[in-house]
């Protein structure tokens, strides 16, 4: 099921207003950035659920009697830390929130405890892309101190041969949009991977799911909120053609309904730079607290 996307009447998107800095006056940024490429690319369908935390235990249980846990981190279990690059005017943002058809994304992520992120640390520089209903991605792994290099001094770095087509696509992307870090998440994951009939098959659960906006270093020991309620975990399916029908009926006898949750938008949301969109994942307890704060949704 495709949902189109949705906004606030009168928060239209500065973003139309003008083309970006540096893009290709003879139309948004050209045809070779929105043609998908097929380095390192594999194709998924995605359905996302936001979970109660009580009924995380039944809901892991079920799924570990069908599928084997991820062969990373702990027994499947390992933190998921992205930092997001988009424009001043939050042009990936805006294609989200209006559910364009071909949309993208640009980010650093890291697997495993932020604390030991250094120069040296494997990370992943990825586009991930939605055609129609398709989700693409398509990575190329650096030491993050190249990755920093390439994203923020958007220079050319060493990499293997084969990553060549792809590391050009992501520095003309950065150059073409002058893209900037603006937000960043973080949380910890449990993943499951499926076998047999269910090869390709994948489920996560995402949990303390937080973000941040700024102090942009994936190793940083900075502070970071809440941008979906803690009492909340976000569960996805991935799958390659088809889920399963024990997993449809799973979700059925959960009551779970799809829902579209972005982290990305939940963080540029959370931190006032964009209205609340029809998709926000409301936190109770911070709305109470910012609404008897003077200003409230703003910041200087």
């Known amino acids: ?61 079920e799924i570990a009697a069908r599928m084997s846990a991820d062969s990373n981190g702990d027994r499947g279990a390992y933190g998921v830390w992205s930092l997001y690059y988009d424009t001043s005017r939050l042009r990936f943002y805006w294609e989200k929130i209006e559910g364009l058809k071909f949309r993208r994304k640009l980010r650093v992520r890291h697997y495993g405890d932020r604390s030991g992120v250094g120069e040296g640390t ?54 073409r949009l002058d893209l900037r870090p603006s937000a960043m998440t973080g949380y910890q994951r449990e993943a499951f991977v499926g076998s047999d009939a269910d090869i390709g098959l994948r489920v996560t659960m995402d949990h303390r799911v937080r973000g941040r906006d700024r102090d942009f270093d994936l190793g940083a020991e900075s502070e970071n909120r809440f941008i979906i309620p803690p009492d909340r975990s976000v569960l996805e399916v991935k799958a390659n053609e088809r889920v399963p029908y024990w997993l449809t009926d799973l979700t059925a006898r959960h009551n779970l309904q799809v829902q579209r949750v972005s982290k990305y938008c939940q963080a540029i949301e959370a931190y006032g730079r964009a209205p609340r969109s029809v998709f926000h994942v409301p936190d109770p307890a911070h709305e109470a607290a910012a609404a008897a704060m003077p200003g409230k949704g703003t910041r200087p």
Do not use: W
């Open 1 to 61: 099921m495709f949902f189109r996307g949705s906004r606030r009447a009168g928060s239209a998107p500065p973003d139309r207003a003008g083309p970006e800095p540096g893009a290709d006056r003879r139309g948004e940024t050209g045809h070779a950035l929105r043609a998908p490429s097929r380095l390192h690319a594999f194709n998924r369908y995605e359905i996302k659920y936001l979970v109660d935390a009580a009924a995380v235990p039944v809901l892991r249980d």
């Open 122 to 175: 494997p990370v992943f520089v990825e586009i991930k892309q939605r055609v129609n209903r398709v989700t693409q991605k398509r990575r190329v792994a650096l030491p993050y101190r190249l990755a920093r290099e390439l994203c923020d001094q958007r220079t050319m770095v060493e990499h293997d041969p084969r990553d060549r087509a792809l590391v050009e696509e992501i520095l003309d992307l950065l150059i």
